[in-house]
């Protein structure tokens, strides 16, 4: 088959590589529907040695499921699935609790030794509780929404619900990616009255403001924060979700939230250390809060909404790419051509 | 009258300073009848430079109304009241919030020209607000409790409530100062079974297995991370309480926290940049909180078990000092030879 693999910075390539079979009995082997491109995968593509490559590309897919192993019931060949992009037994204490992301037995797809998405076809570990399966008779219309359930729907979903958004509450959401215009459109389902959207083009804060931003921000830094705080009566953002993961998107969370109020990060940090201590963090008793979702935990209770098309989340994709195509589509990305590429095998 | 004055680290004076007067009609001037070396006064008693001395010491304190401005009602000549650390209007948004701390019109006893409390008398600020009124005819053997609710009591308790400490829950608390103690306390009246100390002083972690906690870990760094993680199944502890305010005792809260866990901090941070990324906090989803408790909060919550004697947060008051003798309550509890120093006029 064909499969996307990282060499290093820059460049991607699509390339023959053996097709997936059943290495373990709870595995399943899955057809790729639809795959996309993440802004996540963006970080290696501006930074990646070419030590760490070839790495292979994608971890968000819309699949038919080709086989399964002897341990995996409810799920038969043909069924259309969606998978998370982190894969997980969906059994264990922490998956009970919602936190599939820490699953003992689970993993991330497109790393350590599990292939990516960016191809024809994947194993899918831990298959039982990994999958959701779709409904057959599915409108292709909604294919875009439906395969946001894969990472970046879930992702903007976690980072309102880690910071607690409640009715009335005014947020704040840096990033006009797909994850930040997602995360607008989680605060707005969760009953924010006042979204501030921070980003600066044009066409995504548009996109922000069908979802339910009620205002934009395009200024960054300390003026960025100035307008926050102008728009918030001078005391900042009850809840702000960081959906960048660079520095400056952090300390623009820092300067932009409320005493007592959150910062819930989704953005990979590109960082380790930052500041915490008294004069950011401490003082002002602000809570941080925010991970790798559990998109898991999140679908069956996303997909209703994505099936009756009272949301619309698939909106974010604005270009779609053939398996061939995959570089093009980092390109695109990468030089903000494209918010957020589709691929089709 | 005689006050206390830090001048450079490791002096600190008892000397003549002017009497208190009512400088707004808001305020009120308590005459002390207790008040107490705090441990985050040993931070400027181990690095003050002298260009910051001399500086007014002491922010806890319970007190007799001496006199009040014009427009302080409910207090009246004689009472006996008990002060948060921090004064506030407990009016104002923040203060309806619960969050004191950030009170625009609040502020910090012995900061910014405000007063210290080693010392005979003190201007307070906000009085309205800031005071609560003890019935009159308290058992003078509940004053080294009543004290507590000052600061060490309610800032143990909120290192427990912003953790979201519940029934059944696993607490480990790093620290085993006055405040790591009272936060012993605190998680266990909030129902916390399994409760971890982390201390090495015995007579201290005495105390605590007194206030309630089931297990103690006098290893720190990765020794102790290891034995907390030992205690819990392998995973971490679900809350970990920080009451020290060094970057170990942080980097241990981040190596003794379960996946999906919180790290609530009350030690006043040393440090401002700590590690927060992919390694630390994000990946398992760790929520970091906590801050300067707003004590005000929650002292009319914690006093009836004070005043019933359910529970003896005094206890954590090892030795007595006279106000001429307060140079010696630092060095004793530099020394580690007192817990924490009660000072009486």
Known sequence: MRATFMYK?????VENAPDPVIEHPTDAVVRIVRSCVCGSDLHPYH??????????????????????????????????????????????????????????????????????????????????GTLVKLPADVDAALLPSLLTLADVYGTGHHAAHQARVRPGDTVTVIGDGAVGLLAVLSAKQLGAERIILMGRHRD????????????????????????????????????????????????????????????????????ENAPIGFGSLFGPNVTLTGGPAPVRAYIEQLLPAVLDGTVEPGRVFDRTVSLEEVPEGYRAMDQREALKVMVTP
Chains 1, 2 share one sequence.
């Open 204 to 271: 995504r804060t548009d996109l922000g403001r069908f979802f339910g931003a009620t205002d934009v921000v395009p200024e960054r830094g300390e003026e960025g924060i100035a307008k926050v705080r102008e728009l918030t009566g001078g005391h900042g953002s009850r809840a702000v979700l960081e959906a960048v993961g660079h520095l400056p998107a952090y300390q623009m969370a820092v300067g932009a939230v409320r005493p007592g109020g959150v910062i819930s990060r989704v953005g990979v940090p590109q960082y």
């Open 47 to 128: 930074t990646m040695p070419a030590s760490e490559g070839p790495a292979p590309m994608g971890h968000e897919f819309l699949g038919i499921v080709e086989e399964v192993g002897s341990e995996v019931s409810g799920f038969t060949r043909g069924d259309l699935v969606v998978s998370p992009f982190a894969f997980a037994d969906n059994t264990c204490e922490f998956c009970r609790e919602g936190l599939h992301t820490s699953c003992p037995n689970g993993g991330f797809f497109a790393v350590g030794g599990i292939g990516g998405a960016q191809t024809e076809a994947v194993r899918v570990p831990q298959a039982q």
């Open 9 to 13: 910075a820059g460049d991607v390539r």
